[in-house]
């Protein structure tokens, strides 16, 4: 069964501080891997996307990386800021459609970045 | 601004009745999906269309349906209500279909049911 698994489930911070965030895959045949923002109570809202030659992508202070062979991704942020505050879903999408559609996301990081 | 539009933004509603949710997708996109998000839960696909046609459905329950319409926008319409019901239900738009469209999310419709 395709499943993304994220990592840690909640994390509180200082605010200046940096954190990286965790996602392990198991989606077959893989096409790409996708970083969402929630604000709570909002939409998702896209950081990154990459393929599967993409090793590593940025959105400012987000930075993704993806390793296809172990199956795994992070999102590090940079020198965290209050507005960083919310739930980061990791997403994969499948070549092929199943149940789930395209797209399994994760359960989601809820970030807490504190003064 | 996604430019994927939902309305209403709340609903409440009691247990037994019928509700629709609306949702105009993104300039130029075709493909609206519907997604339901429980407290503290991931996102749970619930159906795709394209171009006014059903493409994939996930677990969505027989009370559930939805339609797209000539427009493009779609309406997702939620009966014998539960109070599990209760949720945030998205809608998100892409151009086309294929795993590489970026998705643009709306930003809910959120339903309680008493």
């Known amino acids: 069964k395709n499943q993304v698994e994220q990592s840690p489930q909640s994390l509180i911070i200082l605010e200046g501080k940096n954190c990286t965030l965790q996602?392990?895959?198991?989606?077959?045949?893989?096409?790409?891997l996708r970083w969402y923002k929630q604000d709570t109570g909002r939409g998702p809202v896209s950081l990154t996307i990459?393929?599967?030659?993409?090793n590593t992508k940025s959105n400012g202070r987000y930075t993704a990386t993806l390793d296809a062979d172990t199956k795994q991704s992070s999102l590090h942020i940079t020198a965290s800021q209050l507005s960083d505050s919310a739930s980061y879903i990791c997403?994969?999408?499948?070549?092929?459609?199943?149940?789930?559609?395209?797209?399994?996301f994760g359960k989601g990081t809820k970030l807490s970045v504190k003064p | 601004d996604s430019g994927v539009t939902q309305t209403p933004k709340h609903l409440i509603t009691a247990t037994g009745q019928r509700v629709t949710l609306r949702c105009s997708p993104r300039?130029?996109?075709?493909?609206v999906y519907w997604y339901q998000q429980s407290l503290d839960q991931g996102l749970q696909f619930l159906i795709q269309?394209?171009?006014?046609?059903?493409?994939a459905k996930g677990n969505i329950l027989e009370r559930f349906s939805a339609q797209q319409f000539p427009d493009l926008h779609s309406e997702l319409n939620l009966s014998s209500l539960e109070l599990g019901d209760s949720a945030l239900y998205f809608c998100?738009?892409?151009?086309?279909?294929?795993?590489?469209?970026?998705?643009?999310f709306g930003n809910g419709t959120r339903l309680t049911v008493t």
């Open positions: 998100a738009s892409s151009v086309g279909v294929g795993p590489n469209s970026p998705l643009h």
């Open positions: 996602c392990n895959y198991t989606v077959s045949p893989f096409s790409n």
């Open positions: 990459m393929t599967f030659s993409e």
């Open positions: 997403v994969v999408s499948a070549l092929t459609r199943g149940s789930q559609g395209n797209l399994i």
């Open positions: 300039s130029g996109d075709l493909s």
């Open positions: 269309y394209y171009n006014g046609e059903e493409r």
